[in-house]
């Protein structure tokens, strides 16, 4: 047999042991991710827990009430009134200050129509409010391109009473977000600017679908992967936790994970092991390479099937949800043993 012939049999074994280890891998992921519920995942991760002792922040999550031409909020007296949304301002060149509702305070600016509880919209804090609205849109191009809306509407809330009544959002929620009208409502607080960015994200990013929506873990994955960016340490205390919770292989398979539709019924501890897992992923894929990132979002918003899309970006192994599964762990794995903890 001669060198080239020897040289063909020795690849040919190569390939077929490399196969043979990946289908292995494969199927010892399916067997130890059997059980994934959500609440056994936890309990199986508090079993196996470490003394390192972080800060857990509350997580928001975007309203996805079907009524999207306008928005009631509950008076004291039992009376509702009527709140505009963005889509009232969209195409307005030039507007005087809307009339807010009782308790609140309104002002005008260039990119937003504000009412905020309590106390008067100062020129500080519009320039804060503009200074991140500037800024993200400029990071989030080519999704920030294709919004038509002239203003967003803002509404920021000081009781957890209003902002509950009017959101109906649990009680883990810091704010709210509706896509199609451009509107947020917020709590304020010391977590004012990230929680913004991740609202911005859904506005900007989940508008780059419309009329669809994508995948609700790529939607908040990518929310809090901007909002991550723009906060402390400390502030991202609970993705420190729950990123080792999930190098452990206690996370939700990527079958179940992408069939995911609605947190509501989530407690606080689920909702932030599973806005962890979401952000890991999407970390990951931009990570990898941002424009297959980009491409991505474009083949999902052409309604590909999700092993199509992924392939179609990324190329091969990446034809399926089981393979983006397995190269993640190995990845998040990796990342924890060097000490970083943001997977």
């Not at 040289?7 to 280890?21: E, K, T």
């Not at 199986?44 to 309203?63: G, Y």
């Not at 031409?69 to 969209?90: C, D, N, V, Y």
């Not at 990898?288 to 179609?312: E, H, T, V």
């Amino acid at each position: 047999m001669d060198i080239g012939k020897r040289l063909y049999s020795v690849v040919i074994l190569l390939v077929i042991a490399i196969c043979f280890v990946a289908v292995r891998e494969s199927f010892n992921l399916q067997e130890e991710n059997k059980d994934t519920t959500i609440s056994n995942i936890l309990k199986k991760a508090r079993a196996q827990a470490s003394n390192l002792e972080v800060t857990d922040v509350l997580m928001p999550l975007e309203d996805e009430s079907p009524d999207t031409s306008k928005f009631i909020l509950p008076s004291t007296k039992g009376e509702q009134e009527t709140i505009p949304t963005a889509r009232t301002f969209m195409k307005e060149e030039s507007l005087q200050i809307p009339q807010a509702p009782k308790g609140f305070f309104a002002k005008l600016t260039n990119n937003y129509v504000i009412f905020r509880e309590k106390y008067d919209v100062t020129q500080d804090l519009t320039d804060f409010i503009d200074n991140i609205h500037g800024n993200f849109v400029l990071d989030i191009i080519p999704f920030s391109l294709n919004s038509d809306f002239k203003r967003l509407f803002l509404m920021l809330f000081r009781t957890r009473q209003n902002f509950s009544k009017y959101t109906l959002r649990p009680e883990w929620s810091q704010a709210a977000t509706d896509v199609k009208s451009g509107s947020i409502y917020l709590m304020e607080g010391s977590s004012f600017k990230p929680v913004l960015v991740h609202e911005l994200t859904h506005i900007y990013f989940d508008g780059f679908f419309q009329p669809d929506e994508p995948p609700l873990w790529l939607s908040e994955g990518y929310a809090v992967y901007n909002q991550v960016k723009v906060q402390s340490e400390e502030e991202n205390g609970w993705i420190q936790k729950n990123i080792i919770t999930l190098s452990e292989r206690n996370y939700i398979n990527f079958e179940e994970f992408n069939s995911v539709t609605d947190l509501t019924s989530y407690s606080q501890e689920e909702v932030e092991l599973w806005y962890t897992q979401a952000y890991s992923v999407v970390k990951y894929l931009i990570e990898k390479d941002k424009d297959n990132f980009y491409q991505l979002s474009k083949n999902l918003k052409a309604n590909m099937p999700i092993g199509k899309a992924l392939y179609r970006a990324y190329g091969m192994p990446f034809n399926t949800l089981k393979a983006l599964e397995y190269a993640w762990q190995a990845q998040i794995q990796k990342e924890v043993k060097r000490g970083n903890y943001y997977g």
